[in-house]
Nanobody
Framework: QVQLVESGGGLVQPGGSLRLSCAAS????????MAWYRQAPGKQREVVAQ???????NYADSVKGRFTISRDNAKNTVYLQMNSLKPEDTAVYYC??????????WGQGTQVTVSS
């Protein structure tokens, strides 16, 4: 079964950290460019960070220097380390994978809430 399963979300105080994980199954993970998106209430879904098959990374300006995306092809997992969290980082975070053939898959999302 082809699926992406996110975990690691939760409630954290401003300035805190969380690490999100996205475990893939049913795909040849190493052939996928992986990304994290987020969607806050009333806003459009936006890309947060991306990591290519060669492990090149890109970040949204709003998270540069605070978030780090990484992948472990042996574990079929992509991570998002989030530090110095701000209330405006509150959103549902989604994992996305795009294959070398252009097919796209999404996870179900995990809620991140930054609040005191």
């Amino acid at each position: 079964q082809v699926q992406l399963v996110e975990s690691g979300g939760g409630l954290v105080q401003p300035g805190g950290s969380l690490r999100l994980s996205c475990a893939a199954s049913g795909i040849t993970f190493r052939l996928y460019t992986m990304a994290w998106y987020r969607q806050a209430p009333g806003k459009q879904r936006e890309v947060v960070a991306q990591i290519t098959r060669a492990s090149n990374t890109n970040y949204a300006d709003s998270v540069k220097g605070r978030f780090t995306i990484s992948r472990d092809n042996a574990k079929n997992t992509v991570y998002l380390q989030m530090n110095s969290l701000k209330p405006e980082d509150t959103a549902v975070y989604y994992c996305n994978g795009v294959s070398d053939m252009g097919s796209s898959i999404w996870g179900q999302g995990t809620q991140v809430t930054v609040s005191s």
